[in-house]
Structure formats: C-alpha cells, structure tokens
Nanobody, 118 residues
Framework: VRLMESGGGLVHPGGSLRLSCAASGLTSSSYYISWVRQPPGKGLEWVASIYHPSRNTWYADSVKRRFIIFRDNGPNIVYLQMNVLKSEDTALYYC????????????WGQGTQVTVSS
C-alpha cells in the first residue's frame, strides 16, 4: 500500500485548505483511510477517518464541523477539506490506513505540512 499526501501550505487564520491523499495498492474491498496530524513538538493526533465502501466518517472533537473528509467516486483519493483554520491546526498531516481514533499500525504517507499563521 502506498499513500501520498499533497495540498499543504501556509494559510491565514480563518482560511481554508484542502489536502489530498492518493492511495494505491489497496487490495481489500473494505478499509479505512484516516488523517492523523502531529503538531510541532507534540505527539500524533487522530483527526478524521472515512470507511470504504460505506463512506461513513468520524471526526475528532477538535475539528468537528470545521473539517470534512470525503472521497471521489473515481481514483482512490481521499480529501480533507479544512475550514476556519486555527493556529492550533498547524501540524504535519499524514494519511494512513488506520481505524478511527487510532494513531498506529497500517500504512502511512510521508506527510504534508500545514501552517496556520498571520
């Protein structure tokens, strides 16, 4: 399994950003794709998950109603739409094939940096 994140960058507080996770090599008919982040100097924090094929989603309380995880019908690309960004959202964002609320196991991408700053 290979996962590749993109879309990170610098954004002002209150702004929006969309991250993408391109997944390949997934052979199972059902799986989770999750976003996990690591703020500077801190540990990993699970952010959101989506389940294939049902598209059920789960969110951490800290991002609920601000972030949306979704996928297209075509290629295995999972997105994280991040709105009303705050400075505390600054982190290295990974996508991973981990279950909701988990931060270990599965396959991981290399991460994409999101910096929220004025």
């Amino acid at each position: 399994v290979r996962l590749m994140e993109s879309g990170g960058g610098l954004v002002h507080p209150g702004g929006s950003l969309r991250l993408s996770c391109a997944a390949s090599g997934l052979t199972s008919s059902s799986y989770y794709i999750s976003w996990v982040r690591q703020p500077p100097g801190k540990g990993l924090e699970w952010v959101a998950s989506i389940y294939h094929p049902s598209r059920n989603t789960w969110y951490a309380d800290s991002v609920k109603r601000r972030f949306i995880i979704f996928r297209d019908n075509g290629p295995n690309i999972v997105y994280l739409q991040m709105n009303v960004l705050k400075s505390e959202d600054t982190a290295l964002y990974y996508c991973a094939t981990v279950e909701p609320f988990r931060i270990s196991g599965g396959s991981w991408g290399q991460g994409t940096q999101v910096t929220v700053s004025s």
